[in-house]
């Protein structure tokens, strides 16, 4: 029998269903005599033959038509799968322009989905109507279309510059049957010639290949032609995307080491940087061994066994062979045990994200710096108007009590004290507010002078000796160092350490209420130490940094109990860094505190000039004149009161006055200049004067008190310097040393 012994059943009922007239052919499979089977087309017909009814059969053999089925089934599944993970948008139409094909990309690019496209005219749906004529155009004049740039309407509205390449499709008798096209983003184009150059190159002598077995496949049947053209398309495909392809093959299923790369795409090559003759043919382990670290080929083998496509992030291709920047791949699933692995480079868009995390954090780091430094500033208002307002209240209020005659002389004195003090305390916050704000402005200037050392730390110890005294704890100076008791005299700004000195100490005798306070000045080396070391209130570690800071303190409640501006450790600090040194606090809570101040040692030899600040009370002379030069009559009032039983006084509201009063009065032999007036500068005054009289002695008499003002009177001429609010004690001095 030349069917299987299993289908002889089968046998019987074709022929059956022949003689009933039910069935021509039998389309089982013949068993040739090597027991191979032979797939035939089998037609039936029944007839006489010698007189006997039998059955005529006339079989064709089948097995290649199957096999090219089979191949074409196999080839289109391979198309239709790398056509719907391509990132390029690839379609067909028929001749009339209508869209019969399109690939899922198109979603990506447009917002339309592929069903919404099919049936439309590509230039209805896609080309603005400048692009239609000239395109349809050279398509109906050359057959194909090369890299034209169109516009891409999107969804939305949105146009997208896009790259066409179209053709005409014809039957095999050369006759058009339809279009096919891609549109290629090209606002990511990136421009690789000699890349092009390889490409091109392989493309023909794949080409060549390709044409050679379509001549072959030509002489079976069209339907190997069919198959060769889905295959070029295909190859186009891969070879033409801008997206990195690697194929591989998954050669044992449950073994995923057996994950063998098949294909590599130029995209990919230039991606990576990997020649495909260097990675083709080995497993992914041996090309890339940092990746089984990462799990990926296991990744990759799942999408084989489970169909399932699968995103990768952000990974660093190859261990052995690392490449810089972050990449996004997705693998999708091939037939025959393969996987296809298209994957961009996102290395820009990975940095432009981290980028606005950073922004964004610096944004948030500077809103709330501001934010801080309102709060601060506006507590600092709040105390400064405190501080002010207190003293001012102690100076109106006893202002007006002292104007009843009956006061009792001991009660007045108590109020004239209760006044000075208010105007000293006044003075100081003035003071320190017209600091701070030289700091910020980045205005401070020094003013080195030769002075004796030893005698300045006297005199600023001296001053707060009494105030200690009255709170009943010990402010004692520690031996001096020989190196400084030999020599005491030291080149620097003497104003700003008498400063720094000052704020130390009343921060000490503010801040201690029982024990003592210690004064040590030491030379180690090209530094002078001085420290302050007291028995007070301490500060908390983790606040001792807080008040160093401006418009800081560490008790920030509105009912302080100690008062004062906050900002006299800020203007310390600063002025010490400002001379080249530093500022170190040491302090425990409920224990005291110890501020360290280094600044540069710079010893001045005995018998240099020196800068005196003990100006000895000299007699007024008899008879001499004084021309006070006020144009504020309040002022003029006060300086006549001190200077009326002493001097002969004359009052110039102006500069022109002055001048001529000069010319007027020659007896005139010392002048007190106020720096502002009205129609003049004082110091070109005094330059005016001394023209006229060399020998007069002018003394600068100003409220402006910033640094270099004094520097600015001498350099004018004046022989001396005062500031507002007047000392009457030092403004006699002065008039007297200058007359």
Known sequence: MIYQPERHEDVDRCLEENLTGKRSHCPLPLLSKKGELL?????????IWNGSEVIFSVGKDITEKLKTEELLKRSEEKYRKIFENIQDIFYQSDLTGRITEISPSIERYS????????????????????????????????????????NLRTKDNRLVHVSANIHLLFDSEGKPTGVEGSLRDVSERIAAQEKLRESEQLLRKQNEEYAALNEELKKRNDEILRINKELQQASDIFMNIRTGLHIYHLENVDDDSTLRMIAVNPAAERLTGIAAGDVVGKTLDENFPGLRAKGIPADYANVVRTKISK???????????????????????????????????????????????????????????AEESDRLKSAFLANMSHEIRTPMNGIVGFSVMLADPTLPKDTRDAYIKIVNSSCDQLLHIVNDIIDISRIEAGQIDLTESTFDLIELIDEVISFYELAAKEKGIGLIKEPIPEILSDNPLVRSDRTKIRQVLDNLLSNAVKFTHSGRISFRCSVPGDFILVEIEDT?????????????????????????????????????????EKMGGDLQLTSELGR?????????????????????????????????????????????????????????????????????????????????????????NGLE??????????????????????????EKAFEA???????????KEELLKLIALNS
């Not at 603005?128 to 890299?147: A, C, F, Q």
């Not at 037939?335 to 298209?342: A, E, L, T, W």
């Open 39 to 47: 797939y035939v087309e089998t037609k039936l017909s029944h007839g």
């Open 111 to 150: 917002g339309y989905k592929p069903e919404e496209l099919i049936g439309m005219k590509i230039e209805d749906v896609y080309l603005n109507p400048g692009d239609r004529g000239e395109l349809l155009k050279v398509l109906s004049e050359k057959g194909e279309i090369e890299d034209y740039i169109v």
């Open 311 to 369: 995103q990768f992030e952000d990974i660093t291709y190859g261990d052995n062979r690392v490449i810089d920047g972050a990449f996004s791949f997705n693998a999708f699933p091939l037939p025959d045990n393969c996987v296809g692995i298209s994957f961009e480079n996102v290395t820009e868009q990975v940095r432009a994200s981290e980028a606005i995390i950073e922004s964004n954090r610096q944004l948030k780091s500077a809103k709330e710096k």
């Open 536 to 576: 007070g209130i301490g500060i908390e570690k983790e606040l001792q940094g807080v008040v160093f800071e401006r418009f800081r303190q560490v008790e920030t409640s509105f009912s302080r109990q100690y008062g004062g501006t906050g900002l006299g450790l800020s203007i310390t600090k600063a002025y010490i």
């Open 592 to 680: 005291g505190s110890v501020f360290s101040v280094r600044l540069p040692y710079k010893p001045v030899k005995n018998g240099e000039k020196t800068e005196r600040r003990d100006l000895k009370r000299a007699e007024l002379k008899k008879g001499i004149t004084v021309l006070v030069v006020e144009d504020e009559e309040i002022n003029w009032l006060y300086l006549n009161e001190i200077l009326k039983k002493s001097v002969t006084t004359i009052n110039a509201v102006n500069g022109k006055q002055a001048m001529d009063f000069i010319k007027k009065y020659p007896e005139i032999s010392v002048v007190l200049m106020d720096i502002k007036l009205p129609d003049i």
């Open 685 to 710: 005054l005094t330059g005016m004067m001394k023209e006229l009289n060399s020998n007069l002695k002018i003394i600068a008499q100003t409220a402006f008190a910033l640094a270099g003002d004094r």
């Open 717 to 727: 001429g004046c022989s001396g310097y005062i500031t507002k609010p007047v000392d």
